[in-house]
């Protein structure tokens, strides 16, 4: 059964930085390209970032660029979400996603960040 | 980019019924090397994270119930749920995974009446 587990959200302040993780089982994680979705309170699904499943490609959101950093390492089957720079509109649910190409065929169950002073 | 428009925002429907779910894009999303559509359907359910429903716009998911369709071609495409059940409540978008940055349409909430 393919899961991923996503960990490090919390509260933050305006400007802060944070670091979220993503660990994939049930699957061989370095086969699929990786991603990152978040959810604000009450809002739609608002896709962040993509990266590759050897790295050497990444793709973000224009709003993230310049402050959200995505990286891999496929020793741990894992996926991380550098995020730096963070304002009260990142607040989200994000949610680590995988799939064999742009596809997202799977999704973790999400972990908030909250950004408020 | 591309935007994803879906109508309507929320409909609700008899049990057994009939649901329709539009989405237009503002630009084609087929492929013609190998003549696909990249645009998939998603359930995300109260408290839950989203679930693939529907990809290369006509392919169920493994899994998915018969009772869900996608159709469409282009920039217009339809997801169809041909009897609604209770366990359908949810909301339901479609992604374009064409070309980045990926794009979600805004919703449809699907209420039961």
């Known amino acids: 059964e393919v899961q991923l587990v996503e960990s490090g959200g919390t509260l933050v302040q305006p400007g802060g930085s944070l670091r979220l993780s993503c660990v994939a089982s049930g699957f061989t994680s370095s086969s699929h390209w990786m991603n990152w979705v978040r959810q604000a309170p009450g809002k739609g699904l608002e896709w962040v970032a993509i990266i590759k499943q050897d790295g050497s490609e990444q793709h973000y959101v224009d709003s993230v660029k310049g402050r959200f950093t995505i990286s891999r390492d496929n020793t741990k089957n894992s996926v991380y979400l550098q995020m730096n720079s963070l304002r009260v509109e990142d607040t989200a649910v994000y949610y680590c996603a995988s799939g064999a190409g742009f596809l997202i065929e799977y999704w973790g169950q999400g972990t908030q960040v909250t950004v408020s002073s | 980019d591309i935007v994803l428009t879906q109508s309507p925002d929320s409909l609700a429907v008899s049990l057994g019924e009939r649901a329709t779910i539009n989405c237009e894009s503002s630009r084609s999303v087929l492929a013609s090397s190998n003549n696909e559509n990249f645009l998939g359907w998603y359930q995300q359910k109260p408290g839950q994270s989203p679930k693939l429903l529907i990809h290369?716009?006509?392919t169920r998911a493994s899994g998915v119930p018969d009772r869900f369709s996608g159709s469409g071609s282009g920039t217009q495409f339809t997801l169809t749920i041909s009897t609604l059940q209770a366990e359908d409540v949810a909301v339901y978008y479609c992604q374009q995974y064409y070309a980045e940055p990926l794009t979600f349409g805004g919703g449809t909430k699907v209420e039961i009446k």
């Open positions: 290369s716009a006509h």
